[in-house]
Each structure stands twice: as C-alpha cells, then as structure tokens.
C-alpha cells in the first residue's frame, strides 16, 4: 500500500471508529474515480465519513442538503442575465468542486436527483447549450436513510447505477460506542483534522490504480458472475456492463489497498457486494424474502472460481 494512502486511510480512523471496512472501501470509490452512495438510518456517521475524506485532502468540499424544494439549478447553476454585458453568464452550483457531499439525496425529487447523472457520468455540466466541465478530481459522495422512512423518493434506477457502490455504515458495538462518546465528550475530532494528502497526489493514485493486472481469467470470472446473476430467477433486472467495468476498477483499487500488483478471485469476491447489489431488481414477489445482496452472494457461492 501507498504511504500516501496509508496517511489517508489512518487520518478517517482517527475520527471514525470501528468502520475500518467502510473506510477502505470509500477509499476504493476514490482511488477508482467513482461515486459512493452511504444508506443507512440516521446518527450513524455517514455525514461524518463524507466530511473526514474531504478534510483529508486538500481539495474543495461543498455541500448540499436535500430538500424537497430543492431545484436542479441550486446543484448544477443557472444563467443569469447581465444587463452591462447584455449576455447571459452562468453561475456554477455546488457540482463544481472536488467532493460534493449530498445529504439525504432521497429527500429531494427524482427530477433533481437525475440533475446530477451527467456530472457522474462525464464529470462535467451542460446549460444553454454550452458543456463546463468539474475539477479534477470529483466524486459524489450522497448519503440517504432507507425509504421506509417520511419523506423520502427512492432513487431511480439509473442514477443508483451511476453509483459506483453502495455501502452502509451499521450500529457500533459497546466498546466502540463508549469510544464514540470519550473522543466527542469536548468537541468532535473532525473539527481539527488536517489534508495528509493534495489533490495532485490523489490524481496520481489514481493513475497507479490502472496499472494493477488483471488476467484475463479473472475477467471470464466477472462476466461468469454478471451472467449468473442476470439469469439468477428472484431478479426482474440483472446489472448491465456498467457494474462489469466497475467490478474490474474496484477490484484493482481494492488489490492496490491490499498491496497487491495484481489482481484474483479472492478480491472479487470481497468487493462484489457493495458494487453490484444496488444495480439490481427483485422480483416484486421475492422483495418480502431476499435481499439484493442475498442474491449476490448466493451467485458468488455458485459462481465456478478460476484456478
């Protein structure tokens, strides 16, 4: 593993306490240049995970809180006309930054949500015509609480694809719990947290990332695991070639973490759940049964492991 991504890694510990996998994990979106989607209930630190990974670099974090009224342009910008100039001049929105942390985006209508869908997909924003294109680097990094919950619209199909992987952050144990409290008993760690690494440096993980091997049997590997999950028959909708790629780009970040220089099955099999299980539909009369990351696993048990 890096240096560079050690210090990273070390400085969101210091903060966030026994979520070492979700940590590296969001250090996988990264490092892979993908979106992070964090659902989980409220209070259990997905905010603060988002805030402890801006922090850490020295790149620029805006916000944006999702409401119901919230309108596509206070994300991406609007057109303002100027009368000195008589021309129309675009204002930038929150989008363009380095991580755009948005809270609750289930909160906000579909209509906005699908607001940001090219910007995570081509990293830039089209107004009037004309295209502006997002700093480098850029990752979204939205948080949501289940739907169950008042208030919220569960997201659509395709903006959950434009998500590179979904994870959820879960309950603390007693002990992690108590540490929780003792580190926040003053004033919460995140307020003095420093960069440990610059924005041009993470640009140059990233290039590392796409020099890791991947052979080609682990390659028939993935696409034997998206084949067996189309056909898998609790699921209305496998995952299309979008979760493919990002299953081989998460894998080789995940192998540059793990201090590999290459990547096998074993590492798939680690990081298939979070990228694939949000790209995929139950059945409507499966939903009551089995979960999508059930249906995931069961296809790696079944899926036959290159040698």
């Not at 979700?22 to 996988?28: G, Q």
């Not at 020099?211 to 993935?222: G, H, N, R």
């Not at 694939?276 to 995931?296: A, F, G, M």
Request: aromatic share 6%.
């Amino acid at each position: 593993m890096s240096k560079n991504i050690e210090k990273l890694i070390e400085n969101i510990q210091s903060v966030i306490v026994g979520k070492d996998g979700s940590i590296k994990l969001l250090i996988v979106s990264l490092l892979a240049k993908g979106h992070l989607l964090i659902e989980d209930t409220p209070g259990l630190g997905k905010t603060i995970l988002a805030r402890a990974l801006s922090k850490s670099i020295s790149g620029k974090l805006n916000r944006v809180q999702c409401t119901p009224d919230l309108l596509p342009s206070d994300v991406t910008g609007v057109s303002i006309y100027n009368e000195q100039e008589r021309s129309f001049e675009f204002n930038p929105g929150p989008i363009f930054t380095n991580i755009l942390l948005v809270d609750e985006i289930n909160r906000t209508t579909p209509r906005t949500q699908s607001s940001m869908l090219e910007a995570m997909a081509e990293q830039q924003v089209s107004s009037d015509g004309k295209t502006y294109k997002l700093p480098s680097p850029f990752m979204v990094i939205a948080t949501q609480n289940p739907i169950e919950f008042h208030g919220t619209y569960p997201l659509p199909e395709a903006q959950l694809d434009r998500f590179f992987m979904r994870i959820s952050m879960g309950y603390p144990t007693i002990e992690d719990e108590i540490e929780i409290m003792q580190m926040q008993e003053k004033k919460h760690p995140i307020e003095s947290l420093k960069p440990v690494i610059s924005t041009d440096e993470l640009l140059e993980l990233q290039k590392q990332v796409t020099d890791i091997k991947i052979d080609k049997l682990v390659l028939e590997y993935i696409a034997s695991i998206m084949h067996d999950l189309r056909e898998h028959n609790s699921l209305a909708y496998g995952a299309s070639p979008r979760g493919s790629l990002a299953l081989m780009h998460a894998s080789k970040a995940f192998a540059m973490i793990e201090k590999k220089d290459f990547v096998d099955p074993d590492i798939i099999k680690k990081i298939a759940i979070p990228v694939l299980s949000h790209r995929i539909v139950v059945k409507p009369q499966y939903i009551s049964s089995v979960t999508n990351e059930d249906i995931v696993a069961d296809v790696l048990a079944k899926t036959k492991v290159p040698k």
